[in-house]
């Protein structure tokens, strides 16, 4: 009976103890990454994707690519960070995953906090778009800036992207240094907690 009550004690003392490490946690650390493994899966033909799933006898015909593996880190308020490494190294693809952008195939991210990034340059982007249209009025439609936000905050993102009337003129018509400058302005004007830089400031005159 006493070892019995010894062991409940244990454990609301382990759930307490688990309960206040996550309450520190959660005001110290603006991004916690535990235990991140991200796997693609490769094949040497593009039938061999379907052969695979159709196997019967469950064969495999890929080949496992770890493009991270049993990745931890922690990001604290107000810090910043750099990651550095070799071409292929995992650094878009953890930073994807932090954003939301990617799912990673086992471990646990947590955000704390109003996130936006820029991460590759052009992605998803219509050349035909002008810059007003595709980068103000969609983040108008995407929840972003509040209605009346668009505009009021145009003077003080066109201030910082020098670009002038570029603005309304197709992007095609961009240089590489315009396109990026735009999109950062745009991207530290949505005022976030958390701003995630890949390589997209490493062209141009930024």
């Keep these: 009976m006493e070892q019995e009550e010894r062991k409940r004690y ?3 003392e ?22 991140v493994t991200k796997i693609y899966r490769l094949y040497d033909k593009p039938i061999d994707r379907l052969k695979e799933s159709l196997s019967v006898s469950h064969k495999e015909y890929h080949k496992d690519f770890y493009a991270l593996s049993d990745l931890s880190f922690t990001v604290e308020k107000g810090q910043t960070v750099g990651i550095i490494g070799t071409n292929g190294s995992g650094k878009s693809t953890i930073l994807k995953i932090i954003t939301g ?4 195939t086992t471990g646990e991210v947590t955000v704390r906090g109003k996130i936006s990034a ?11 778009y002008t810059g007003y249209r595709k980068y103000l009025y969609e983040r108008y439609y995407d929840g972003i800036y509040p ?30 240094g315009m396109f990026v400058r735009l999109a ?23």
């Design 147 to 176: 209605k009346k936000g668009v505009d009021a905050k145009l003077p003080e993102i066109l201030d910082f992207a020098e670009i002038g009337d570029f603005v309304y003129q197709p992007v095609k018509t961009y240089s590489s």
């Design 14 to 35: 382990n759930t307490t103890n688990t309960g206040a490490q996550e309450a520190e946690n959660a005001e110290k650390y603006a991004v916690e990454v535990k235990n």
């Design 184 to 206: 950062f302005a745009l991207a530290i004007n949505v005022e976030p907690e958390i701003l995630i830089v890949d390589e997209a400031l490493s062209v141009g005159g930024m």
């Design 118 to 128: 820029l991460l590759e340059l052009g992605a998803g982007f219509n050349q035909d």
């Design 10 to 12: 244990m454990s609301a």
């Design 101 to 104: 952008v990617l799912t990673p």
